[in-house]
């Protein structure tokens, strides 16, 4: 595949400072660094962003996400590995993705489960891992880049 441009956030002058600054901030919420990165690997599969999910798969990697969980998160609901705070974490990710798909988009259950397994600080770095997952996979796919390249 082609990219029909360099990066944009590459492009304009602080753009991937300014995201990258937000990302290192969703890291001060505490949540566990490897949730962090399993919402982002599902978010971009969600997204169909090659770049983010071969660039989440080798993060998760190096933050200690074993393999068996890496190839069984586009199945969270179905497979044994995951922690109820991580399926809490998971599901918000995808209803906030995938926000037209239903007319409460991130419905009051949804939130609720995730609010017994995170207080307000946690909620809002997992919120904006999804919202900057969300920008990358949005950048990434419209100019087509590539899985593997470096930025």
């Known amino acids: 595949m082609q990219a029909r441009m360099s990066n ?33 690997l599902r978010v971009s599969q969600i997204n169909g962003c090659s770049a983010c999910v071969d660039s989440g798969a080798r993060t998760a990697k190096k933050a ?27 599901a918000l990710a995808e209803a906030a993705t995938r926000l037209a798909d239903r007319p ?21 770095a997992i919120v904006l891992m999804i919202a900057t997952t969300n920008l990358f996979n949005r950048l990434n796919a419209t100019t087509r880049q590539a899985a593997g ?3």
């Open 8 to 40: 944009p956030a590459m492009l304009l002058p602080n753009a991937m400072d300014s995201i990258l600054t937000l990302l290192k901030a969703t890291r001060k919420g505490g949540v566990p660094p490897k949730t962090l990165e399993l919402v982002h």
């Open 64 to 90: 200690g996400e074993t393999d068996e969980r890496l190839f069984a998160v586009a199945a969270w609901r179905e497979a044994p590995y995951f922690t109820d705070a991580e399926r809490a974490a998971l």
């Open 104 to 124: 409460d988009s991130v419905s009051d259950a949804i939130w609720e489960e995730a609010t017994r397994h995170y207080d307000e600080k946690g909620l809002a």
């Open 149 to 151: 390249q470096n930025w």
